[in-house]
């Protein structure tokens, strides 16, 4: 049953928490309306599935322009940055997921497209080297490590805005409205589980929400309640405090170890990839204190023991 509610919110009044960022888009927005005119370029930086994507198609429908998304593995060549920029109109939104891996060619190739609206590139069956006027589009940036963004193309990002971590509140807002829009109610018991267990992040909450509907249509219940909520989670192998397989390796790993721990010690005694326990896996496991980073890498903490703990019995 659909319920008129989209899960990806279209507006800034949809668009739950990160206040912050929705203030200063929206002052940008509405003074580039009224000045008829364009916005800045704007670096969106946060965690995986915390709203990025979702704020750039908000800034386009606001502006009554196009937003054209696509992420940086697939921009290898400056040519490949040519080809997106020659097709945006004026106003239009070019949205580059995980910007910091461009290739630094193509990161240079867009300092004057930022900065004058203008590239070179080549045309015609001569193959000549042309300078090409665009039309004002919009660089909108998203990035899960804004430090790895070269300093001259960083410089040309004339907002720059840091998403916080969810708080419990809006998390549980956003269970709650991803449920409205599959069209099923859900307990407050069924929410304070997710919240528990959804990492703070708004993706994987309606993801959650969406396995707990299955389980709520397979028992023949009108709601989510905890009873289908718990059975979600044991299909999903999801523990307390959202604790995934490969969160509890990583934590067996580092267990009784007095000394800390380099990532790639972690990775091969794990048997989990560097970059999934560096993106993934330690985000979570520094949020709810079960481990801290040192210098020389990771260690337990006594949080950490005691989950581990938990887990083993
Ligand atoms: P990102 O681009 O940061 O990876 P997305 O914008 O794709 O994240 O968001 C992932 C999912 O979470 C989408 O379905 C989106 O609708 C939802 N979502 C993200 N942030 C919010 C929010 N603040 N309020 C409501 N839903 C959200």
């Known amino acids: 049953m659909a319920s008129g509610t989209p899960l990806r919110p279209s507006s800034f009044d949809t668009f739950i928490g990160q206040n912050h960022v929705k203030e200063q888009l929206n002052l940008a927005l509405e003074s580039a309306v009224m000045r008829d005119d364009v916005i800045d370029h704007v670096l969106l930086a946060g965690p995986a599935g915390t709203g990025k994507t979702t704020l750039a198609n908000i800034m386009s429908s606001r502006l009554g322009t196009r937003c054209v998304e696509t992420i940086a593995n697939v921009m290898r060549k400056p040519q490949d940055a040519a080809n997106n920029l020659v097709n945006l109109r004026r106003g239009d939104i070019l949205f580059i997921d995980e910007i910091h891996a461009l290739p630094i060619t193509v990161q240079e190739y867009f300092y004057t497209a930022m900065e004058d609206y203008k590239i070179n590139t080549i045309a015609g069956r001569s193959r000549r080297a042309v300078t090409v006027n665009l039309q004002k589009f919009i660089l909108v940036g998203a990035t899960t490590n804004e430090g790895q963004l070269s300093s001259p193309m960083l410089s040309r990002f004339g907002l720059v805005c840091n998403l916080k971590p969810y ?135 006594k949080v950490g023991e005691k989950i581990n703990k938990d887990i083993q019995q």
């Open 167 to 301: 708080s419990d509140q809006d998390v549980g807002m956003i269970a709650t409205r991803g449920a409205k829009a599959l069209g099923i109610g859900i307990t407050d018991e069924a929410i304070k589980l997710v919240v528990d267990r959804c990492r703070g992040v708004p993706r994987i909450t309606l993801r959650h929400i969406k396995r707990m509907r299955d389980s709520a249509t397979i028992m023949h219940k009108s709601m989510i309640d905890l009873e289908s909520a718990i059975h979600a989670y044991r299909v999903l192998q999801i523990g307390e405090h959202g604790m995934t397989n490969q969160d509890r390796a990583v934590l067996k790993v580092l267990s009784g170890k007095k000394h800390a721990t380099g990532i790639q010690g972690v990775s091969s005694e794990s048997n989990i990839d560097q970059e999934t326990i560096s993106n993934l896996i330690e985000p979570h496991l520094l949020r709810i204190g079960a481990i801290v980073r040192t210098p020389r890498g990771r260690l337990i903490t």
